[in-house]
């Protein structure tokens, strides 16, 4: 695990940007703090930031050349499969000079250059540059496991693992109000656009080539949406169980010590028992929240734990441990992102690294197997009863209903109210709704009325239509997961865990997301994944004789945090004096007061709802704004 950036001058004017190429790759420190090294030529730079993994010598470091010193590469990731790999290469006269994944990664982009990439099994970014064709290949893994940003204008084109290390070349800073259109819906920015309007993010699945200053993208690799009517669910469960084990197996190989996360839940435990199975020595990670009861899950944990014999080490926080780490995490976002569950994963991830560099995780199993409140809800919707049909009719009553996450009676009609608006919806709308914290009105209206203008605005919609284009008219609950998986799953999930894994540098590895695995999930009907009692079916099905029968008996939480009541305690200043305070908004002239303190007053009144995550949403972008554009 690294982090990478590298610059192509095409012209002196963008040579002048080469400068900044050092301080471009320390800004990705944290992604690898074991070595740095930097090349340049005329025009050409590469920068690399390295967390020793596989083969920690020094002559795996990069950027790795080619014994002809044509063919250099800067690789971000794993290659799960490279042994394999390595052998064929060997068999065709290959000879390696280290045991590197990096180095087998070169020699088959060398022989294959594109074509190689479905070859390969792992979570990757990289670029390929052959000094002789002077041309870079760069790509991003199937999933979107791993980022990776660019910038192309005519003088220049540059790339980097996080938006930290992209500014530091002296880039243009406009804002796309589109995005931060978006953003105030869904509390993050989907591929492949980012807060600027002069940078991009790769699409998972998608390669990019430089040559002759001509910038060409293109796609290798899309789930093969087919489902296979003719499988039994007794077949589909034996053959998820085979395509799990060895995806838990492949991620299990490392040079440095390896543990797991384990929450308790289902997809954590199902892996944490997978790979105590290969490794003994097995330790595992949970963290708890000792004032907040309703949040913490340590006790399933534990239970986990127990039944598996792992060394398992509980972290249990006070609300002022996670308190004090908040300003840390806000600094390292170099993007506005809001899914406040980062917090979490970023003390979990800190506390981890002083055990062990990589940790296999759950993530994954939700979006591909509909584990979430809304994958029940819209399966609901598409499978309606007299439950259904009360929960629209009484929809006045939900919507006037007192709601609030922090009361279980309050939370149930947030709800209802929800889904008995969701269900008057069409499939793209109720799918738009139900992924995102405030509606389209709702968020037009935060935004300066100066900016409420077509010319601002007019992108908005061909890029959610484009978001939205896997979903039909009549939708199936394959249709959500898909989308789920290419909208959720990269820009929110794998973001949140990539940022605050590497802020620590440790390394977070997938095994539900390996891709073989994710094509045997697409081509199973809809309901050997949920039904109208259980859902992630297929997955809790196979392994219910394999965890603790205490497991099936527990209510889904997720990984949240107590957000309201630091809010209206320990931030409250934060927010009323400062962050969004009358003066500051109306200074800056982006947000429109009268709409913010609508918010603000919610947030304080007895029925708060969601506003919760539209208060973060708008106290993250602030302490962005504050360190990229503001100074």
Not at 440 to 469: C, G, Q, T, V
Not at 551 to 572: A, Q, T
């Amino acid at each position: 695990m690294c982090g990478i950036t590298g610059i192509f001058a095409f012209n002196l004017v963008g040579k002048m940007n080469m400068i900044h190429l050092t301080n471009a790759t320390m800004a990705l420190a944290k992604r690898g703090p074991d070595f740095q090294d930097i090349y340049h030529d005329q025009f050409i730079g590469l920068g690399h930031r390295r967390l020793s993994i596989i083969d920690t010598s020094a002559i795996a470091h990069q950027p790795m050349w080619d014994e002809t010193q044509r063919y250099a590469i800067v690789f971000n990731g794993e290659i799960f499969n490279f042994k394999e790999l390595r052998a064929q290469l060997e068999s065709q006269g290959v000879n390696f000079r280290s045991t590197s994944d990096t180095e087998v990664l070169l020699h088959l982009l060398i022989r294959e250059k594109e074509s190689a990439l479905n070859k390969l099994n792992g979570f990757f970014a990289f670029c390929f540059y052959d000094k002789q064709e002077q041309s870079f290949l760069l790509a991003r893994d199937r999933y979107g496991v791993k980022p990776l940003l660019y910038l192309h204008d005519e003088d220049k084109f540059i790339f980097a693992s996080e938006m930290k290390s992209i500014v530091q070349y002296g880039i243009d800073k406009t804002i796309d109000y589109n995005s931060l259109y978006t953003y105030l819906q869904l509390n993050y920015i989907p591929a492949p656009d980012t807060i600027f309007k002069s940078v991009k993010k790769l699409l998972p699945g998608h390669y990019l080539t430089i040559n002759n200053k001509q910038l060409s993208i293109n796609s290798f690799y899309t789930i093969p949406y087919s489902i296979d009517s003719g499988i039994s669910y007794e077949s589909a469960k034996e053959n998820f169980k085979k395509l799990l084990e060895t995806s838990v197996q492949r991620r299990l190989v490392s040079d440095v010590p390896l543990g797991c996360f384990l929450s308790g839940g289902i997809d954590s435990s199902v892996i944490t028992g997978l790979a105590k199975k290969h490794k003994p020595d097995l330790h595992t990670f949970s963290i708890g929240f000792k004032d907040e009861k309703f949040f913490d899950e340590t006790h399933y944990a534990r239970l986990v734990a127990k039944h598996f014999q792992t060394d398992h080490t509980v972290f249990s926080l006070t609300n002022n441990d996670l308190y004090e780490h908040l300003n840390n995490i806000l600094d390292y976002i170099d993007e506005p992102f809001a899914d406040s569950s980062a917090i979490n994963v970023y003390i979990l991830s800190k506390e981890t690294r002083k055990h062990a560099t990589v940790a296999l995780s759950g993530d994954g199993a939700d979006e591909l197997l509909g584990g979430y409140n809304k994958h029940a809800a819209h399966y609901r919707v598409l499978h309606p009863g007299w439950k259904e049909t009360f929960a629209r009719s009484f929809h006045p009553l939900w919507k006037a209903m007192p709601k609030s996450r922090n009361n279980p009676f309050a939370n149930k009609a947030r709800q209802l109210a929800r889904f008995a608006e969701g269900m008057k919806l069409d499939s793209k709308e109720r799918y738009w709704r139900w992924a995102s914290f405030a509606t389209k009105d709702e968020a037009l209206n935060m935004l300066h009325p100066d900016l409420r203008i077509n010319r601002w605005l007019s992108e908005f919609y061909p890029r959610r239509n484009s978001i939205l284009e896997t979903i039909p008219e009549k939708e199936t609950l394959n249709d959500i997961l898909l989308t789920d998986t290419s909208l959720v799953l990269p820009n929110d999930m794998l973001t949140k865990v990539d940022l605050m894994s590497m802020a620590n540098s440790l390394e977070v590895r997938t095994p539900f997301l390996d891709f073989e695995l994710v094509n045997f999930i697409f081509s199973l009907p809809d309901d050997y994944k949920i039904n109208t009692s259980i859902r992630k079916r297929i997955l809790q099905d196979a392994y219910r004789d394999f965890l603790p029968s205490q497991l099936y008996k527990r209510p889904k939480k997720g990984f949240e945090v107590p957000l309201l009541k630091w809010f209206r305690k320990e931030m409250k200043s934060m927010i009323m004096d400062d962050l969004l305070s009358k003066k500051r908004i109306e200074e800056q002239g982006i947000f429109h007061y009268p709409e913010i303190d609508l918010l603000k007053r919610k947030l304080f009144s007895s029925n708060p709802g969601d506003v919760h995550a539209r208060i973060w949403g708008l106290m993250v972008f602030q302490r962005w704004w504050d360190k990229h554009i503001r100074q």
